[in-house]
Every structure is written in C-alpha cells, then in structure tokens.
C-alpha cells in the first residue's frame, strides 16, 4: 500500500514538473514566422526586401539583455524592423526591457515604431518617445516616411494607437481622421504604401485606403489558441476573435497580426508561443 502511494506521488510530481516546463516554453520560446507577400505595385529594387515585425513586448525579458530577441532577428537579416506597439506595460511600467532591446537592433537594420494602447495608458509616453528618438527609433506619430533604393520608393504610414484620446468619438472614426491625415502628407499615390497600426480588429477600415501591407499587433494570439479553432479571446475582438495571428486578404490589401512577444493581464499562453514575424516582400512585375 505504502508503495503504490509513493508511485501515486511520484507520477504527481512528474506530472507537475511536466507542466510547469510546458508553461515555461510556451511563455519564452520564440517561433519565428515566416510570410511572402507578392505585389505588382512593389518596385523591382525592392524585390526580396524583408522586414522583422515585433510587437507587444510588454516589458518581458528573453535572455541577458535580450540575447535570445536579437539572435533570432538577426539570423533573419532584415533589411527593416517595425515594433507594433505595447513596447511597455502599464500595470508595471519597466522600460528598460525594451529599451536595451531597440538599443541593439537599431544596429542591425533601421527600426520604424509605433504607440499601442499601453504607452498611453501608462501616462509617461512623453519620456518613453524622448528616449526612444535618442537611441535612433524613428518614431511615427500620425507620419509618413519614404525608403528609397536606387530612386525606387516605398512609403510607411505610421499611426497613434487611438486610446490616447480623451474625444467622444469612437476608435474607428479617431484612427479613420489618422489616416486620412497621414495620406495626405503622401506624394505619389501609387507607391508601394505600407502602414503600421496596433489594432488589427479595424482591418476593413485599412484595407478601405488601399495599403498593400499593414502590419498590426494587440490580440496577442488569442492568447490561448485551440487547435484547428484559432484564438480564443482577444482586446476588443472578445471569445473567438477574427484576427489573431498570421495573414489576412482584402483584395490588393494583406494585414499581418503579430502574436506578441509578452503578456499583460493574462500571464500566460498555451499553444500560442512569443513570436517574431519576418515577411519578405516579392515584385511580380
């Protein structure tokens, strides 16, 4: 009897130790994704161009100064990275995790970012922007910007996440006047054009002012993803969300949703590892 209970206790304990190393990799090791996107619009110099995504980092932390983030970036030589917001969280506020992290990959490839909803409820973006343009962060606030190889052009329109204003008016018609006035600013219409946008879940709206990519964070994965069925709950998406992860098409549009790197109220992922997305862009001319 004494032993059967040892053996009982024994495969408890294993059981335990079991889980709590699934729960341990799911929360820390990073998958990267890799996505093509073709496009008759893309100049020919920009032709294999490819771009890292990261997105909802959320303070966390993988590796002494973030060895384990900026390995991985590297290994997939990016020629552009872009950060989709919730570099910070509010409920903790630590930005040195971030910090150290843009430190070292603004040294691999130029590094274009934009707030999500944390930075601004946090109540210290102004300091968090200040130091972000002194480590050489371009730091797009409602802007648009050009690369430019051989005189070929793409542009980057980059936008404030919406909960940062204090109006009536919902996040939709904020994020719509954004937009609107970030295009303006464009000259050459028919450039390859490419936003960056925390919120995915205002995909018709994107796809309405004809991006060719969008690049977008927030939901997290679903942070709990259920094989075959997708995310189970997202920020303003709720149960069984549209858009969590991976590559969305409205006709010339495609909108790729990050599945974040941390957590913020739920402390954990399941089947939903931190990710960084690499898409290498493909002219079909």
């Known amino acids: 009897m004494k032993r059967k209970t040892k053996k009982i206790w024994l495969y408890c304990l294993i059981g335990m130790m079991l889980l709590v190393y699934f729960f341990y990799f799911q929360n820390n090791s990073i998958v990267t994704s890799n996505y093509t996107i073709s496009s008759d ?3 020919q110099n920009f032709n294999g161009y490819k771009i890292v995504q990261l997105s909802d980092l959320h303070n966390k932390t993988f590796g002494k100064d973030q060895s384990n983030i900026i390995e ?3 290994k997939s030589s990016p020629d552009l990275i872009v950060i989709t917001g919730d ?3 509010s409920n903790r506020y630590d930005e040195q995790p971030g910090l150290i992290l843009l430190e070292s990959l603004v040294h691999i490839a130029p ?3 934009v ?3 944390h930075e601004w409820w946090s109540g210290k973006f102004d300091i968090l922007e200040s130091k972000l343009h002194r480590i050489g962060v371009h730091v797009m606030r409602n802007t648009v910007e050009e690369i430019t190889i051989d005189n070929e052009i793409i542009q980057i329109v980059g936008i404030d996440d919406p909960v940062n204003e204090k109006e009536f ?3 939709r ?4 006047e954004r937009i609107t006035n970030s295009i303006e600013k464009i000259e050459g219409k028919d450039h390859f054009k490419m936003l960056l946008s925390h919120r995915p879940e205002l995909f018709s709206l994107y796809s309405e002012y004809g991006f060719n990519v969008i690049f977008s ?3 997290h994965g679903g942070q709990f993803r259920i094989p075959f069925l997708g995310g189970l709950i997202a920020p303003n998406q709720g149960l069984f969300p549209t858009y969590t992860s991976g590559m969305y098409k409205s006709e010339n549009t495609t909108m790729i949703v990050s599945r974040g790197l941390g957590n913020s109220i739920i402390p954990l992922r399941v089947f939903n590892r931190p990710e960084i997305v690499a898409v290498t862009l493909k002219s079909v001319k």
Do not use: S
């Open 217 to 219: 964070g927030h939901a």
């Open 173 to 176: 018609t904020i994020t719509e």
């Open 87 to 89: 570099l910070i969280d």
């Open 111 to 113: 590094v274009y970012y």
């Open 115 to 117: 707030t999500g909803n």
């Open 169 to 171: 008016n919902t996040e």
């Open 72 to 74: 991985k970036v590297k």
């Open 41 to 43: 619009v893309l100049p």
